[in-house]
């Protein structure tokens, strides 16, 4: 257990739709990472906050937003979904170079 | 885009068998890490190396660097089943992390 947790592990929802996935990060960690790990693209950098502020950001589509709030925890919305968002959305905290991810929210999109 | 490619991409061996795993990167980094993954689950770190170390161990892993020829390499000693998952390499560059597409290990009891 990395203490990294994520809600919710599953989603399924259709085309067109918006949906907000949540991570709450190790206690004391002030990183938060967003990655997407999908069949044909991989492990995926999308975005990086630092406590609450927006520090990197990587390949992350105009649809998709996040933020991270006072208490840490960060969300990531995606919205508009298409079929090829569906993936595996994780979340990482880092104490400075080490990431420790979460276990992941599947998302579906139909 | 993947900064680090894997090679193999998938790996057989026999429990008890050393498994050994390359990763080439491209561009300059300040630490490579390693992470394993179980079937699409969460990715557990195994071990960092920064940019100025060459060779560091844990455990039954030993990992080496080589920033002039930009690759990595990992070695997992006396093989078990419970090695059989997903092993990505990912190099740290300005506060961003770049997966490489990973090697399947298989450990055959």
């Known amino acids: 257990d990395s203490g990294v947790t994520q809600t919710p592990k599953h989603l399924i929802t259709a085309t067109g739709q918006r949906v907000t996935l949540r991570c709450s990060p190790r206690?004391?960690?002030?990183?938060v990472y967003w990655y997407q790990q999908s069949l044909d693209q991989g492990l995926q950098f999308l975005i990086q906050?630092?406590?609450?502020?927006?520090?990197a950001k990587g390949n992350i589509l105009e649809r998709f937003s996040a933020q991270q709030f006072p208490d840490l925890h960060s969300e990531l919305n995606l919205s508009s979904l298409e079929l090829g968002d569906s993936a595996l959305y994780f979340c990482?905290?880092?104490?400075?170079?080490?990431?420790?991810f979460g276990p992941g929210t599947r998302l579906l999109v139909l | 885009s993947q900064q680090g490619e894997e090679d193999p991409q998938a790996l057989s061996i026999q429990e008890g068998e050393n498994a050994t795993m390359n990763c080439s990167y491209k561009t300059s980094i300040n630490n490579l890490q390693w992470y394993r993954q179980n079937s699409g689950r969460g990715l557990v770190h195994l071990i960092l190396?920064?940019?100025?170390?060459r060779e560091k161990h844990s455990g039954r892993l030993r990992v080496t660097l080589d920033t002039s020829k930009k690759s990595s390499s990992l070695l997992i000693t006396a093989s078990r089943a419970a090695d059989t998952a997903s092993y990505f390499c990912?190099?740290?560059?300005?506060?961003?992390?770049?997966f490489g597409a990973g090697t399947t290990v298989t450990v055959r009891a």
């Open positions: 206690s004391g960690d002030l990183s």
């Open positions: 990482a905290s880092s104490d400075g170079e080490t990431q420790y």
């Open positions: 906050y630092y406590n609450g502020e927006e520090r």
């Open positions: 990912a190099t740290d560059f300005d506060y961003k992390l770049s």
């Open positions: 190396i920064r940019s100025n170390e």
